[in-house]
């Protein structure tokens, strides 16, 4: 869990940035006017990615004044790196919202709206450290029909933590599926008949984790939210199995 009270006294002592990992989350401030919900999503681009440069942030935020789009103004998303304006896209999800990308995972962003009189600013979210599977070994060959352990790494406990399985290779891809709400404890048991598998091939199974911290805008209105989230896969290939459907 995050201890806000000791990042803090580290700060103040350390003369450290508030965009600094462990830095603690900001609630923010604002006209209260707007519903603003915003995501950034790190992915990594390699296989086994562990440093913050082997991934890749996309930003998503929708804004509403009134029940209508929001799409003018500056939408802006802060973080070591540096600033990343966003533009808005008509054409993405639920009548279109403000997107960009950024290289890197920085683990702490912060959100600034402007659009007329209307604001949001300094809502910030100390995002989950990277985590990084123990178990099973990448490429493992596995029992579909048996439970599987799954364990990975992390410093600090996430907010909440998804898991999902499908085919194909990791490393950015794969791992569609439905997603399963597990605790960030850094075990988990996948149950039997969860991989994907064939009657008379092996098939290979992307396991992808992805680990959220959330924050709730009070410069915002009703409904708002900032969340933070970090993905990580590995491959494994289920042995033939032969009550397989397919």
């Not at 830095?23 to 296989?47: E, F, I, K, W, Y």
């Not at 209307?118 to 123990?134: A, L, Y």
């Not at 998804?162 to 075990?187: A, S």
């Not at 969340?227 to 590995?234: A, H, L, R, T």
Request: with cysteine; net charge negative; charged share 15%.
């Amino acid at each position: 869990m995050k201890t806000y009270f000791a990042s803090l006294v580290l700060l103040v002592a350390c003369g450290g940035s508030p965009l600094d990992p462990g830095s603690g989350d900001s609630t923010g401030s604002g006209t209260a006017t707007l519903v603003v919900n915003g995501s950034a999503t790190a992915r990594p681009q390699v296989p086994a990615a562990a440093a913050p440069s082997e991934f890749q942030t996309s930003f998503d935020v929708r804004i509403t004044l009134a029940n209508a789009e929001v799409t003018t103004g500056t939408v802006t998303i802060t973080s070591a790196t540096g600033k990343v304006p966003l533009a808005f896209n008509a054409n993405g999800q639920n009548n279109g919202s403000w997107q960009g990308d950024a290289p890197n995972y920085d683990e702490v962003y912060q959100l600034d709206v402007v659009s007329g009189t209307d604001t949001v600013s300094g809502v910030r979210v100390d995002g989950p450290d990277i985590h990084t599977f123990s178990a099973p070994l990448a490429g493992a060959s596995v029992d579909s029909t048996m439970a599987m352990p799954l364990a990975w790494t992390r410093n600090d406990t996430a907010d909440a933590a998804t898991l999902r399985v499908g085919d194909g290779g990791g490393g950015g891809g794969g791992g569609g599926g439905t997603g399963l709400t597990i605790v960030d404890t850094g075990t988990y048991s996948v149950a039997p008949g969860t991989l994907h598998s064939n009657k008379d091939q092996a098939t290979t199974n992307t396991l992808r984790l992805t680990r959220t911290n959330r924050v709730t805008p009070t410069g915002a209105a009703g409904g708002s939210e900032l969340s933070v989230s970090v993905e990580n896969d590995i491959d494994v290939v289920a042995l033939p199995n032969p009550a397989a459907l397919r």
